[in-house]
């Protein structure tokens, strides 16, 4: 049976560069036999940042629920995540749990690394495993050609590793949450 991976594209901002590394990624994941792969985009996906509860975010908690694995493709704003990241992690609880998530990041010379790095402690909070290989874009709009593709050997083979370990970990935490219910 596949692992159901959802990528979650955490820029929200108009012109933003996400949803082109985004794409990259679930090309490489779909290459991934192990995955039967989804997008949640959070530009179209409406979380109210006071954290009530609407039908939007009963259905992203749903679609969340369903999910073996996550990857994160966030860009860097001035040293950090994009808030709509927050707010998503924030407005649901269980479903995160005892769930592998990798990250790909993008920006200038610290390609995201600093979003990442942040966004491991958030995880960790609630109770997701976070997986140690990433996925860094420096420079990033200059590593993409006209068709979103990518020459970085780094980045396709980091992707290939992030890939292979997430599904190592989705399996094995799928198979754990069937037998002994998360105790958290």
């Given at each position: 049976?596949?692992?159901?991976?959802?990528?979650?594209?955490?820029?929200?901002?108009?012109?933003?560069?996400?949803?082109?590394?985004?794409?990259?990624?679930?090309?490489?994941?779909?290459?991934?036999?192990?995955?039967?792969?989804?997008?949640?985009?959070?530009?179209?996906?409406?979380?109210?940042?006071?954290l009530?509860?609407?039908?939007?975010?009963e259905?992203?908690?749903?679609?969340?629920?369903?999910?073996?694995?996550?990857?994160?493709?966030?860009?860097?704003?001035?040293?950090?995540?994009?808030?709509?990241?927050?707010?998503?992690?924030?407005?649901?609880?269980?479903?995160?749990?005892?769930?592998?998530?990798?990250?790909?990041?993008?920006?200038?010379?610290?390609?995201?690394?600093?979003?990442?790095?942040?966004?491991?402690?958030?995880?960790?909070?609630?109770?997701?495993?976070?997986?140690?290989?990433?996925?860094?874009?420096?420079?990033?709009?200059?590593?993409?050609?006209?068709?979103?593709?990518?020459?970085?050997?780094?980045?396709?083979?980091?992707?290939?590793?992030?890939?292979?370990?997430?599904?190592?970990?989705?399996?094995?935490?799928?198979?754990?949450?069937?037998?002994?219910?998360?105790?958290?």
């Open positions: 049976m596949q692992l159901r991976l959802e990528v979650i594209v955490g820029s929200v901002r108009e012109g933003r560069f996400g949803p082109t590394v985004a794409e990259w990624f679930v090309r490489r994941a779909q290459a991934h036999t192990e995955f039967d792969v989804g997008v949640i985009d959070l530009a179209d996906t409406p979380l109210p940042a006071d009530t509860v609407t039908t939007g975010v259905a992203f908690r749903a679609r969340l629920a369903t999910a073996d694995a996550f990857v994160v493709v966030t860009p860097e704003y001035n040293h950090g995540y994009p808030g709509a990241l927050k707010t998503a992690f924030d407005n649901a609880k269980f479903e995160w749990r005892a769930k592998p998530i990798g990250f790909v990041s993008y920006g200038g010379l610290s390609g995201g690394l600093r979003a990442t790095e942040q966004l491991r402690q958030v995880v960790a909070e609630i109770h997701m495993v976070s997986i140690r290989e990433t996925v860094s874009f420096h420079q990033a709009k200059k590593k993409f050609d006209a068709n979103g593709e990518t020459q970085d050997g780094a980045a396709i083979d980091a992707a290939d590793r992030l890939l292979t370990q997430l599904a190592w970990w989705a399996d094995a935490l799928r198979q754990a949450r069937a037998e002994i219910p998360y105790p958290g």
